[in-house]
């Protein structure tokens, strides 16, 4: 088992920065890829951002690419998310996933995190 625990969400107005983290405890958090998805009401849950285990590979959707920045730290099993430029579309609940293989798919990830708020006001 893996628990994972996002934090650092919050109101932001466009333009603005934020910086999602999420610890991992349990089971060995540097043998698992990790990745980032995003959901708002009456809509599925997004592909936002993945990391590899080792932190060598990323992998971003389109919509983010260039303004979000994901990165590990393993000896902290913390996972980040920096957020730049951000706007109102990015508006949702932020949630981080741990999974045995790299994917874009939220289906693929094995352990989920409650979730964090992010709201950009415009």
């Known amino acids: 088992q893996v628990q994972l625990v996002e934090s650092g969400g919050g109101l932001v107005q466009a333009g603005g920065s934020l910086r999602l983290s999420c610890a991992a405890s349990g089971r060995t958090f540097s043998a698992y890829a990790m990745g980032w998805f995003r959901q708002t009401p009456g809509k599925e849950r997004d592909f936002v951002a993945v990391i590899s285990w080792s932190g060598g590979s990323t992998y971003y959707a389109d919509s983010v690419k260039g303004r979000f920045t994901i990165s590990r730290d393993n000896a902290k099993n913390t996972m980040y998310l920096q957020m730049n430029n951000l706007k109102s579309e990015d508006t949702a609940v932020y949630y981080c996933?741990?999974?045995?293989?790299?994917?874009?798919?939220?289906?693929?990830?094995?352990?989920w995190g409650q979730g964090t708020q992010v709201t950009v006001s415009s």
């Open positions: 996933a741990a999974g045995r293989q790299l994917r874009t798919t939220g289906g693929t990830y094995d352990y």
